[in-house]
T-cell receptor, first 115, second 119 residues
Framework: AQSVTQLDSQVPVFEEAPVELRCNYS??????LFWYVQYPNQGLQLLLK??????LVKGINGFEAEFNKSQTSFHLRKPSVHISDTAEYFC?????????????FGTGTQLKVEL | EAGVTQFPSHSVIEKGQTVTLRCDPI?????LYWYRRVMGKEIKFLLH????????ESGMPNNRFLAERTGGTYSTLKVQPAELEDSGVYFC?????????????????FGPGTRLTVT
């Protein structure tokens, strides 16, 4: 069974500082990787996804992530955060074992951007 | 284009009562998913519909949970009788994937969730 680990439950950062949210997964098969964001009182919104090709993936709102197969990681980064980036971020993986479509999520990382 | 909608947004019920959650997917999306997040834990898959058929219900916790998708449009998730551990946020998602080419990953669009509190 696959799993997703987000080691940091909360990440405080000052506005305009860089941030990295860590995600590691375990899977013995090919996977697709995703980062979702949940703003307060809203649903999950897709930030970016890795399906194949270039290991550096760019998403919305200036976020990017790098797929590292050898380290089974998919860390999310932003060079300069804004107060509006305060939200909860979820890493998710989808594999194709048995033709499944379900997403397996991490426990989420709460990003709090402070002035 | 309207997104995935869920009703109600919040529900507070007593242990032993019944609650029905509803999800309206994006029009034309054949795939509908239910997920649940218990407070402080990960979002967990419950089940997946393709049109009106249950494709995968491996995540359903027990037989107190009943999901339906009559006519392949909206879906309901009924909890009967509710227990304290059923409290959490229930998310619905939909996606548009055609045919059997499973490696084409279409985005799952999520609704805002229903926060269920069982007291």
């Amino acid at each position: 069974a696959q799993s997703v680990t987000q080691l940091d439950s909360q990440v405080p950062v000052f506005e305009e500082a860089p941030v990295e949210l860590r995600c590691n997964y375990s899977s013995s098969v090919s996977v697709y990787l995703f980062w979702y964001v949940q703003y307060p009182n809203q649903g999950l919104q897709l930030l970016l996804k890795y399906l194949s090709g270039s290991t550096l993936v760019k998403g919305i709102n200036g976020f990017e992530a790098e797929f590292n197969k050898s380290q089974t990681s998919f860390h999310l980064r932003k060079p300069s955060v804004h107060i509006s980036d305060t939200a909860e971020y979820f890493c998710a993986v989808r594999d194709f074992t048995g033709g499944g479509n379900k997403l397996t999520f991490g426990t989420g990382t709460q990003l709090k951007v402070e002035l | 284009e309207a997104g995935v909608t869920q009703f109600p947004s919040h529900s507070v019920i007593e242990k032993g009562q019944t609650v029905t959650l509803r999800c309206d997917p994006i029009s034309g999306h054949d795939n509908l998913y239910w997920y649940r997040r218990v407070m402080g834990k990960e979002i967990k898959f419950l089940l997946h519909f393709v049109k009106e058929s249950k494709q995968d219900e491996s995540g359903m916790p027990n037989n107190r949970f009943l999901a339906e998708r009559t006519g392949g449009t909206y879906s309901t998730l009924k909890v009967q009788p509710a227990e304290l551990e059923d409290s959490g946020v229930y998310f619905c998602a939909s996606s548009h994937e055609i045919g059997a080419v499973q490696r084409i990953s279409y985005e799952q669009y999520f609704g805002p969730g229903t926060r269920l509190t069982v007291t």
